[in-house]
C-alpha cells in the first residue's frame, strides 16, 4: 500500500505544478490577444508604424520587468504554521531597530525567522524590493518579488549577536516595512558532527542543496539516484546523434556525482551513482518490478552508468531499471553507511516528479530497516509556483520561500556558510558538466535587459541561475 499512497501523493503535487503552468500560459495567451488587438486598432487609427514600435517597446519591457514565472499574486500573504513552543514574544520594531522587550538566550547557531509586512512603493515594482539587515561584522540583504504586498519571512540565522544586542537593524530597499513583527527561534544539534548521507535525484542536487554540509561533515555520503543523460542537445551539437549524446551526457554526470564531492573531502567510497534514468522513476515507482529504459539514450541496462562505483550492488546482477532494483540499492546503502542524518528532497516543497520520487524511495526503503537514522531534512532546488527562489544575489541570505497552506507544519534548519565556503560551493558547481553550457540567446538576452533596466546582476560565479541561487551564505533545510 506504501507505494501506492506515494504515487497519490506525487501526483497531486504535480497536478498542482501543471495547474499553475496552465493558469500562468492561459493568462499569457490573454493578454497577447488584446494586446495584439491594442497594437491593430493603433495602427488603423493613428499610424501603421507605431504598432511596430510600441510591439518592440513591448516585447523590451516585459522581458524586463515581466518575464518572471510567477504563479502567485505578489500581494499574497505567505502562510507558515511553526511549532508554537519556538514563537519568542516581545519583538519590535523601532526606528528601524529590531528590539527584543526581554532578553532571549541565544547561542548564536539557532535558527531564527522573522516574520512581517513587507510592501513595496512604485520603484518596487520595477526594481526587485528587499530588506537590509545591519549590525555587527556581516551584514544581509533578502530580496521578495516585485510589488511584494503581503507577509513575508526573514531568515536572521547568523545575526543571533546584533539582535540580542539590540543592534540589528532593518531596512526597507524600495520597499516599507510595517506591522507587528514576529519572531521565531528553532534549536538544532550540529549536524555537521553526526553521519550524513545526502540523496541526489541527479547529479548536482547535493552540492546545490547541501556543499555546506556535507564538506563539513565528520562523515559524509553522496547517493545519487539517476544517470541525468537527457536534454542533451549540447552534445548533439557536436555531431551526435541523439542516443550518443544522451550517453555521453550520462557517463559525463555519472562521472561528476563521484569526483565532484571528493573536492569536498569526501571519499571515493562514499560516492555511489545508482544510473537510474532521467525522468523514468516515476514510471518506475507505478510498476515496480517493470523494466522502464531511457527515454533518450536508448538503454535499457544501467549498468554503463554504475562503472565507476566503488562497491557491487543488488542492481548489478541485472542491471534492470525497476523500482525493486532501486529500493534493494538503497537498503544495501543504508545498512553500509548507517547514516544518522538523511539529507533528501522535501516532498511538498520540491515537486520535481524526480525529486518526489527519490524522496519516496528513501522512505520506502527505510521501512522495517534494521537501521534508522535519527534526522530527515528536506531541501528544495526547485518549487512549484517562483522559479526565481531564492530572489536575489549571491552571496545573499536565503528567505523563506512562498507557502500557503497553512495546515502544514514546518520546521526550518539553517546552516550559514562563510565566504570562502561559499567560494568552494561554487567551484563544485562550476565543475559539474550540465552547468556549464551556454544558455540560449533568448534567455541571455533577457537577463541583459533586466540587468540594464531592472537592476538585477548575474553571479560571479557562473553564468548558469544555479550560480546565483545556490551560492549563499545559507543553506537551508527543513526537518522531516
Known amino acids: 500500500m506504501q507505494p501506492r499512497a506515494g504515487v497519490h501523493g506525487m501526483s497531486q503535487v504535480v497536478n498542482r505544478k501543471q495547474q499553475l503552468l496552465k ?21 488603423v487609427l ?64 539557532e535558527t531564527l525567522i522573522l516574520a512581517l509586512q513587507v510592501k513595496s512603493n512604485w520603484l518596487g515594482r520595477f526594481f526587485d524590493p528587499s ?6 561584522n556581516n551584514p544581509d540583504r533578502q530580496t521578495f518579488e516585485r510589488g511584494v504586498n503581503g507577509l513575508r519571512y526573514l531568515n ?25 513583527p514576529t519572531l521565531w527561534a528553532f534549536q538544532q544539534p550540529d549536524y555537521r558532527r553526526q553521519r550524513v548521507m545526502v540523496i541526489a535525484p541527479h547529479a548536482d542536487d547535493a552540492e546545490l542543496a547541501a556543499f555546506g554540509l556535507y564538506s563539513q561533515a565528520d562523515e559524509a555520503w553522496i547517493v545519487t539516484l539517476t544517470a541525468g543523460e537527457i536534454e542533451a542537445e549540447h552534445y548533439q551539437q ?16 555519472a562521472w561528476d556525482s563521484i569526483a565532484v564531492p571528493r573536492w569536498a573531502g569526501v571519499p571515493e567510497a562514499h560516492c555511489v551513482q545508482l544510473g537510474y534514468f532521467c525522468l523514468q522513476l516515476p514510471a518506475m515507482q507505478a ?38 532494483n532501486l529500493l534493494a540499492d538503497l537498503r544495501e546503502l543504508l545498512l553500509k553507511a548507517r547514516p544518522e542524518v538523511i539529507v533528501l528532497p522535501h516532498p511538498s516543497l520540491d515537486p520535481h516528479p524526480d525529486h518526489l520520487c527519490a ?11 534494521e537501521w534508522q537514522p535519527t534526522t530527515l531534512l528536506g531541501y528544495a532546488n ?32 539553517c546552516l550559514e556558510l562563510s565566504l570562502d565556503q561559499q567560494r568552494d560551493k561554487a567551484m563544485a558547481l562550476g565543475m559539474m558538466h550540465d552547468l556549464q553550457p551556454r544558455a540560449p540567446f533568448k534567455r541571455r538576452l533577457r537577463r541583459g535587459l533586466q540587468r540594464l533596466l531592472a537592476g538585477r546582476s548575474g553571479s560571479p560565479y557562473g553564468e548558469n541561475e544555479f550560480f546565483r541561487k545556490a551560492v549563499r551564505r545559507h543553506e537551508l533545510f527543513w526537518r522531516l
Open 23 to 43: 493558469r500562468h500560459r492561459r493568462n499569457k495567451r490573454m493578454g497577447l490577444l488584446i494586446g495584439l488587438l491594442l497594437l491593430i486598432a493603433v495602427g
Open 46 to 109: 493613428v499610424a501603421w508604424w507605431l504598432p511596430l514600435l510600441l510591439g518592440v517597446l513591448g516585447w523590451v519591457a516585459h522581458e524586463a520587468w515581466f518575464a518572471d514565472h510567477l504563479f502567485y499574486s505578489s500581494k499574497d500573504d505567505y502562510h507558515y504554521t511553526f511549532a508554537p513552543e519556538a514563537k519568542q514574544s516581545g519583538v519590535r520594531l523601532e526606528g528601524g531597530r529590531l528590539l527584543l522587550d526581554r532578553a532571549v538566550n541565544l547561542i548564536g547557531d
Open 131 to 136: 530588506v537590509e539587515l545591519q549590525g555587527g
Open 156 to 180: 536572521l540565522s547568523g545575526l543571533a549577536v546584533p539582535l540580542a544586542s539590540g543592534e540589528l537593524r532593518l531596512h526597507g530597499r524600495f520597499c516599507r516595512l510595517f506591522g507587528e
Open 238 to 253: 557536436m555531431g551526435m546523434n541523439r542516443a550518443d549524446a544522451a550517453r555521453i551526457k550520462g557517463r559525463l554526470r
Open 287 to 324: 510498476a515496480p518490478d517493470q523494466p522502464v529504459s531511457s527515454r533518450e539514450a536508448d538503454l535499457s541496462d544501467i549498468r554503463l552508468f554504475r562503472q565507476l562505483n566503488p562497491f557491487a550492488l543488488p542492481a548489478d546482477n541485472d542491471g534492470l531499471p525497476t523500482w525493486n
Open 359 to 369: 524522496q519516496q524511495a528513501v522512505l520506502q526503503a527505510l521501512k522495517g530497516l
Open 382 to 413: 526547485h518549487l512549484h509556483d517562483n522559479d526565481r527562489w531564492p530572489m536575489g544575489d549571491s552571496g545573499a541570505g536565503i528567505a523563506l520561500p512562498p507557502v500557503f497552506d497553512s495546515m502544514q507544519l514546518l520546521q526550518p534548519c
